[in-house]
């Protein structure tokens, strides 16, 4: 009973009384989630230009990298908690991400890992990539929120001064958000809520994983919107039939969407790691 008080409340379970984790994390994980984000919104264009995929060969082939890495944790889980311990499982991690970005890295100097250029005149003939090259890319691939960032590349993305920011870009905002989200949260809202209150006042691990899902539905039904009014105009500038054409509609209506989405990303899936944290240590 004890322990599920602390974890509701969100007391540090540490028996020693020392405070551990917080800020002084933070440099550590913006270096190793940097590169991540940096890569995973741009791997569907990689995909379609460079191993002439569809959208929907290119998502099967993510789909199943997701399936493969949400499932593999449990294979390694027990060797981890039994015989390895969390640093060398960090360290054996890093390293497998390490290795994963190399791979990727080749197959961008290797042209035998990637299918020939299309022809240049027509575009007609394009060779479709082979098991095996599909089947490197799907150990090494991985992404999210890959249909905004296909949003963002048929819209107009040119901000002051005639700048363009790249399509892939933009979905720093999500993340952004998320960073703000989470220092208003820990120094602002919850300070001036218990003050209000007369008391300490938290918010349960349940209670902000309910509400990341939550505000997650409602950036799914902002991204309808915005796709709903983006295909009328495709529709009404005759571009059906290319679907890849720059739109007349400024990329800057996705900013609420990927807003909602980082308030999301940061209530759900903190509140999941720090769920799993307490209740299996």
């Known amino acids: 009973m004890a322990s599920e008080n602390i974890m509701e ?3 540090p379970h540490c028996s020693s009384g020392k405070t551990k984790g917080g800020f002084i994390t933070l440099p550590f994980i913006i270096v190793q989630q940097t590169r991540r984000y940096a890569l995973v919104p741009t791997m569907m264009f990689y995909l379609k230009r460079n191993y002439h995929m569809t959208i929907a060969a290119g998502q099967t082939l993510i789909n199943s990298w997701q399936a493969f890495t949400n499932f593999a944790p449990i294979l390694c889980a027990f060797f981890a908690d039994s015989y390895m311990g969390r640093f060398v499982t960090i ?4 390293v497998a991400s390490f290795l994963g970005v190399g791979m990727l890295w080749l197959t961008t100097l290797l042209p035998q890992t ?3 250029p299309c022809d240049s005149i027509t575009y007609t003939t394009c060779e479709s990539a082979t098991p095996g090259q599909k089947w490197i890319m799907m150990a090494i691939a991985g992404t999210q929120h890959l249909f905004p960032v296909l949003q963002t590349s048929t819209m107009d993305r040119h901000i002051v001064g005639g700048f363009e920011i790249p399509a892939a ?5 999500v993340y952004l958000t998320g960073m703000v989200w989470v220092v208003l949260y820990e120094r602002a809202i919850i300070p001036l809520v218990s003050k209000i209150k007369g ?3 938290y918010l349960s691990v349940y209670l902000r994983m309910g509400l990341g899902l939550f505000f997650s539905v409602i950036a799914m039904g902002l991204t309808a919107m915005v796709e709903s009014v983006r295909l009328h105009k495709v529709n009404q500038e005759y571009h059906i039939k290319y679907p890849t054409a720059m739109v007349n509609m400024s990329a800057m209506w996705l900013l609420p969407q990927y807003i909602v989405m980082g308030i999301a990303e940061a209530l759900s899936a903190l509140g999941q790691f720090e769920f799993y944290h307490r209740a299996f240590p």
């Open 199 to 201: 008391k300490q006042v």
């Open 9 to 11: 409340k969100g007391i």
């Open 169 to 173: 870009s933009l979905i720093v905002v």
């Open 114 to 116: 990637r299918p020939p």
């Open 91 to 94: 360290g054996l991690g890093s």
